[in-house]
């Protein structure tokens, strides 16, 4: 049996805080399954190891289901200029979180695209704001690198909270650009393919469309969903 399993199963005083309409179901292949009693079927899950074993035997973050990206980026934001705010200046505009990184190409290439673009989004009197969660591997990188933006970032130090922005949206490469709306809830996570093909930024905060006609750069939505293709000949010319 994992080990991890073995060290929940048996120290029972890693629960012993957490609320008496929840409770501990099972333990099972590595996997601890929580049930809300307020809900029929109700069922979380915590997959264990690294940080999710810590705040599962300290108690920590119960129930560990998805936070809320106004929870998560909670704390101080800051600006290359120096100057910090926190996560309350982002409430009633739209927000581009930006997963991006000083040592890979395709981020750099983009971030120059992606300043013209917050210009213009904001020259025209939209409430937009990005923010830059860094995979960049030193803060020497990280300063450098962001120098060049004029949004916000989590600071390099934050690596908890950069850590629980990936697990939120389940950033698998970069550049990732995640468009909210004013509430917080995802519009599109292909803010990077919606940038490029809309320089001008009139289709902003880019809402998804109903129909698309499939190409190169937009291929990659046809993983998040149920996609319909329709196939059709092309028109001859003169036709």
Same mark, same amino acid.
């Given at each position: 049996?994992?080990?991890?399993?073995?060290?929940?199963?048996?120290?029972?005083?890693?629960?012993?805080?957490?609320?008496?309409?929840?409770?501990?179901?099972?333990?099972?292949?590595?996997?601890?399954?929580?049930?809300?009693?307020?809900?029929?079927?109700?069922?979380?899950?915590?997959?264990?190891?690294?940080s999710?074993?810590?705040?599962?035997?300290?108690?920590?973050?119960?129930?560990?289901?998805?936070?809320?990206?106004?929870?998560?980026?909670?704390?101080p934001?800051?600006?290359?200029?120096?100057?910090?705010?926190?996560g309350?200046?982002?409430?009633?505009?739209?927000?581009?979180?930006?997963?991006?990184?000083?040592?890979?190409?395709?981020c750099?290439?983009?971030?120059?695209?992606?300043?013209?673009?917050?210009?213009?989004?904001?020259?025209?009197?939209?409430?937009?704001?990005?923010?830059?969660?860094?995979?960049?591997?030193?803060? /020497? *990188?990280?300063?450098?690198?962001?120098? =060049?933006? +004029?949004?916000?970032?989590?600071?390099?130090?934050? %690596?908890?909270?950069? $850590?629980?922005?990936?697990?939120?949206?389940?950033?698998?490469?970069?550049?990732?650009?995640?468009?909210?709306?004013t509430?917080?809830?995802?519009?599109?996570?292909?803010?990077?393919?919606?940038?490029?093909?809309?320089?001008?930024?009139?289709?902003?905060?880019?809402?998804?469309?109903?129909?698309?006609?499939?190409? /190169? *750069?937009?291929?990659?939505?046809?993983? =998040?969903? +149920?996609?319909?293709?329709?196939?059709?000949?092309? %028109?001859?010319e003169? $036709?």
């Amino acid at each position: 049996m994992d080990e991890a399993v073995e060290q929940v199963q048996g120290d029972q005083r890693a629960l012993s805080g957490v609320p008496g309409r929840w409770r501990e179901d099972r333990v099972r292949n590595g996997l601890l399954v929580v049930r809300d009693d307020r809900k029929v079927g109700g069922l979380l899950n915590c997959t264990l190891g690294g940080s999710e074993t810590y705040a599962l035997l300290c108690g920590l973050e119960f129930p560990w289901g998805p936070k809320p990206f106004g929870e998560v980026v909670a704390g101080p934001l800051i600006r290359s200029s120096g100057q910090v705010s926190d996560g309350s200046a982002l409430e009633g505009s739209f927000v581009g979180v930006y997963f991006s990184a000083h040592w890979c190409p395709p981020c750099r290439s983009l971030s120059r695209v992606l300043v013209e673009s917050y210009r213009t989004v904001k020259e025209a009197g939209q409430k937009f704001e990005i923010v830059f969660v860094s995979a960049d591997r030193s803060e /020497e *990188s990280f300063t450098q690198y962001f120098s =060049e933006m +004029p949004w916000v970032a989590v600071p390099s130090q934050s %690596e908890g909270r950069r $850590s629980l922005l990936n697990r939120l949206y389940g950033i698998q490469g970069i550049p990732t650009l995640i468009l909210l709306d004013t509430e917080g809830k995802v519009i599109t996570r292909q803010g990077r393919v919606e940038v490029l093909n809309d320089l001008e930024c009139r289709a902003f905060p880019w809402h998804p469309r109903p129909v698309l006609e499939l190409n /190169e *750069s937009n291929a990659v939505q046809l993983n =998040e969903g +149920p996609c319909l293709v329709l196939f059709v000949d092309a %028109e001859e010319e003169g $036709s």
